[in-house]
């Protein structure tokens, strides 16, 4: 794989300048608590896409109201969330990048709901976290539907491409895991069916040349959690039924039991590694890739398509300007706003 950084990549209907990849962080900042994108959404994302991001992916956003991990993140439930999104998405693509959304539900993590749902009655461990109610199999049906509307919203706002929150110990995660799902119906004896049917229903509100990706968490680190021969099941049968590329994270699922997360630079990509070569799949690398030379070498070893870095564009919302000339990219082809050009 010879490509760099700094290199265009296209996937479907989706063109990218390069393949920086701006990973979905909460704010926590919906003061109104109506689930809707405020001035400070408008200025977080919008700086970012000056900065010179190929791809923004808007942060956690909840399907319903009780799918928040509080009442200060974003919603997507109501046709009244959908200006607002255009709004913010509109602002992005003034300045060149591209954005995805990252549409979710808490499940058992929802702490502000006052009673969260769940596959099953397993709590989240910790003193913020509330006991769950398991989910009927009605409303299983009901909340992939929800997942759907969700979608047509975020379409209708103009994005690019939707990310699926199957990570991290939120809904879908809670569903391929035998640690999370003790269900006796269809949607426990086959673990991947509630997200292939979200998948199913969500590729019916998309455009056909716009990509699907899906965040999936390779292993869990809680005692008794699955391994990525578990994972590569469960992504296989998202893949057939429509996920166009997958955003390698692991854990969240509950605190780490014996098997630790490395927690050092770089320590999630041979994960994604091996998503691309089994699955023969785009994969998006995330996890500590903060620095330039390292976030260049995922992409030109082939470890990855894509490198997303959270961390690193919280400190600096010009992180991809900054990484292009670290890594020897002239100052005319890196993106550079000609306001700040003088600066550099």
Known sequence: MSEKLFSPYQ??????????????????????KDGIPNDWHQVHYVSRAVGGTGLIVIEM????????????????WSDEHIPAFAKLVNGMHAHGSKV??????????????????????VTFPGEDFREPRALTTKEVEAMVQKFADGVR??????????????AHGYLIHQFHSKLMNH?????????????????????????????????????????????IEHTLEMARAYQAAGV?????????????????????PGYQVPFARRFREELNVPVIAV???????????????GDADLVAVGRGMLRDPYWANHAALELGVSKDKAAIAEQYSRGY
């Open 100 to 121: 995805a959304i990252q549409i979710a539900h808490a499940g058992r993590k929802a702490e502000d709901a006052e009673q969260p749902v769940a596959p099953s009655v």
């Open 183 to 227: 269900r006796e119906d269809v949607y426990g004896q086959d673990l991947a069916r509630f997200g292939v049917e979200i998948i199913h229903a969500v590729k019916k509100e998309m455009p056909e040349d716009m990509p699907l990706i899906m965040r999936i968490s390779a292993i869990e680190y809680a005692d008794g959690g699955y391994d």
């Open 61 to 76: 956003t909840d399907v319903e109201p009780d799918g928040r991990i509080t009442d200060n993140d974003l919603g997507i």
């Open 153 to 166: 919203r975020a379409v209708q706002a103009g994005v690019d491409a939707i990310e699926l929150h199957g």
């Open 287 to 301: 996890g500590l890739l903060d620095d330039a030379a390292l976030a260049q070498a995922v992409i030109g070893n």
């Open 11 to 32: 996937f479907k209907g989706l063109q990218l300048n390069n393949r920086v990849v701006m990973a979905p962080m909460c704010q926590y900042s919906v003061t109104a």
């Open 244 to 264: 166009d590329i997958f955003h390698i994270s692991s854990g969240g699922e509950g605190p780490a039991g014996q098997r630790k997360p490395g927690n050092y």
